[in-house]
C-alpha cells in the first residue's frame, strides 16, 4: 500500500483517501455562454495521461479536505502533493 | 518470431495439465476427474509472422480479440482481406489475456441488450464458425441482490431483459441456493442475499482460445497480423489519415480502425481528438486447481467480488478497478483484500482456499459505463474504445458491427447509439447499474 502525504495531515496510507479525477479544471467563467459541446468537454472529456497526470486527491478518512497531487500513472509514484490553492509544482 | 511461449502470462497456464503431470502427483489431490484432462494441447503455430506491407485498406490498431474479431468479420462479411492487425505486444496479450472470461447479455437498456445479445448469438455459434475450440461453456450466471433496492433494481432488469428477448428470471435465496449451493444464504450475514437474476445462457470461454482461433482464421483468410508494431503516430491530409508510424516503418492505410482498449487516449492524443475515458487498472487473481464446487458464475455488485471456476478448477475472481487512473497492468493490494473478504463471506467454504496469482490490465472507462463504437471527426478513422471491465463478451458481436461500421462508412444500427457525439447530444446509454463494474 502507497503512503500518500496529506499536504495537512502528513504521512497516511492509501486506504484513508478518495480520488477525485483530473486537477485544475475550473468551473467555467461564462456559464450560459457555453455552447453543448463545450459543456460537455466541462462534464465528460477529461485528460487520460500517460505519465505524469495532476489529479485531485481527498483525504476522506482523515482531515476530509481535498488536496491536489501529481502522480506517475505507469508508476503510480507521487511526485507531489500541494493544496488546491497553489500551483502545480515543477517535477521531474 | 511466434512461439506458444509467448503466451505463457496465460493465467490459467501455472501448473501443467498434462497426465504426466497427474501422475508425478503435481496436481492437487487425487482427483476422481484430473481437472482440465480434457482441454486440448496448446496448439503450435497457428499463424505466420510476416513483414508489413507498404499498404493496406485497413489498418487496426490492437490485436487484442477486439481487433482479431473485427478482421475476422471484414473478410467474412465484407471480403476486404487487405488488412493489418497491428499489435505493440504479442498477439492478444493485453486485456484478452488478462479479464475473467464472462460472457452475459443482461444489460438493462435496449441499445445494449441488442448489442450484447448479438454478440452472445454470435457466442453459441463461435466455434463452429472458427473451426477451432474456444470452450464456451453455458454455464449461467447469477447476480446477486441484497438490499430491498437491489431487489427491485433486480426485477426491473429481469423485465426488460425479457421484453428484449434476454433469457432472464428473478430467484428467490432457496432457488439461489440449488442453482449454486456453496452461496452463503444464511440471513445473518452483513449483506444477506435476498435473490438474484439468473442467466441461464451467460458462461465463460477459453480466451487465449478465442484470440487464437480468431488469429488462424483471419491470418488463413491473408490478414497480416504484425505483433512487435507499435502505431506511434498518423501521418494526416487535412480529414483524412493516410497512414501509419510504426515502430517498424510507416504504413499507408485507405481506413484506421482503432482497437486498443486501455491505449485508446494515448493515440487519439497523437490525433488531437479528445474521447471521455479513463483508464483505470483493474485486476483479477486466481486460487489454487480445487474439485468442481462452483458450478455457475456468481457476482455481486453490493459487497463486489465476482466468481466462477475455470475448466482446469481454479476460482477465478475479480472486483472493481482500482479509483486511480493507471495504465501500469497492476493495481492496489488492498483492492484485492477487499475482494476476498467479500469471496469468503459469500463461500464460506473458499475461508481455505489458496489464492495463487494477482494481475491487472488497463481498462478504458466511459462516464455512462457503455463503449464508444463508430466514426470520429476524421473520414477514414473509426474508433472502438470504452469496453471498460466488461468487453470481453462484446467480443463477437463488436467485431461484426464495427466491421460493418467500417466497410459502410457509416454505423451499424447496433453501433449507432454508442457515438462519440452522445456526450454532446446527452443520448447516455446509462449501464452503470448492470455494466460498471460488474462483468
Ligand atoms: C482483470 C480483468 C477482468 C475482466 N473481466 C472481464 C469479464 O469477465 N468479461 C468481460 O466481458 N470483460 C472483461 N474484462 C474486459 C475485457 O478484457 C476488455 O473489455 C476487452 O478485452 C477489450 O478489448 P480487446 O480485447 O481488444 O482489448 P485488448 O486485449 O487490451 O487489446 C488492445 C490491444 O491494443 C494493443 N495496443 C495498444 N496501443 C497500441 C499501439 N499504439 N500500437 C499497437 N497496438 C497497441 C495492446 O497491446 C492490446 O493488445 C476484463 C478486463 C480485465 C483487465
Ligand atoms: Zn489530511
Redesign the interface.
Known sequence: ??MIQCPWCGPRE??EF??G?QAHVPYPSEPAALS??EW??Y????D???GL?A?RWSHSSGCRKWFNAV?D????RFHATYRPDEPRPVTA | MTTVDAFSTDPDDAVPHTPAAAAEGRLHGTPPRTPGADLPEHPDFLWKDPEPKKAYDVVIVGGGGHGLATAHYLVKNHGITNVAVLEKGWLAGGNMARNTTLIRSNYLWDESAAIYEHSLKLWEGLEEDLGYPILFSQRGVLNLAHTLQDVRDSVRRVEANVLNGVDAEWLEPDEVRKVCPIVNTSSDIRYPVLGATYQPRAGIAKHDYVGWGFARRIDEAGVDIIQGCEVTGFLRDGNRVTGVRTTRGDIACGKVALAAAG?T??LTDMLGL??????HPLQALVSELLEPVHPTIVMSNAVHVYVSQAHKGELVMGAGVD??????QRG???VIERQMAAAVELFPVFARAHLLRTWGGIVDTT?DASPIVGRTPYDNVFLNCGWGTGGFKATPGVGWVFADTIANDEPHPYAAPFSLDR????RLVDEHGAAAVAH
Open positions: 500500500m502507497q492509501e486506504v478518495h480520488y479525477g453543448d459541446e460537455a468537454h462534464l465528460f472529456f477529461r487520460n495521461t500517460r497526470y489529479e502522480r500513472t505507469v508508476t503510480y | 491505449s487516449s494515448v479528445r474521447v471521455p475515458i479513463q483508464s479509483a486511480y487512473n493507471g495504465y501500469g492496489a493490494f488492498h462516464p456526450f454532446v447530444t446527452g
